[in-house]
């Protein structure tokens, strides 16, 4: 079993830029393929950056294309999403995740974060 940490959401403007990080504790963290995952209010779960166990491979939604990036630090246990451009509808609150390989299916995600706000005004 792995635990999570998400921390550096906040409130911005549009066109602002947040990194956000997830810390792990608890398994050995380079066995895991880990992702990003946002609710906004009122809507289903996204997935919306994933990263391999090696950090090589990375994959994004259409929604965040070109403006987020997923990266990891497997001697730190760490994984970030760094967030440019940000729009009023990136609103939500941000989970990291982790699944034992790699997946878009939120329910290949065994192990969440307790999420981090993040709020972008217009």
């Known amino acids: 079993q792995v635990q999570l940490v998400e921390s550096g959401g906040g409130l911005v403007q549009a066109g602002d830029s947040l990194r956000l990080s997830c810390a792990a504790s608890g398994g050995t963290f380079s066995y895991y393929a880990m992702g990003w995952i946002r609710r906004a209010p009122g809507e289903e779960g996204e997935l919306i950056a994933r990263?391999?166990?090696?950090?090589?491979?990375?994959y994004y939604a259409d929604s965040v294309k070109g403006r987020f990036a997923i990266s990891r630090d497997n001697s730190r246990n760490m994984v970030y999403l760094q967030m440019n451009s940000l729009k009023p509808e990136d609103t939500a609150i941000y989970y990291c995740?982790?699944?034992?390989?790699?997946?878009?299916?939120?329910?290949?995600?065994?192990?969440w974060g307790q999420g981090t706000q993040v709020t972008v005004s217009s």
């Open positions: 990263i391999s166990e090696s950090g090589r491979t990375t």
């Open positions: 995740a982790a699944s034992r390989g790699l997946s878009s299916l939120l329910r290949d995600y065994d192990y």
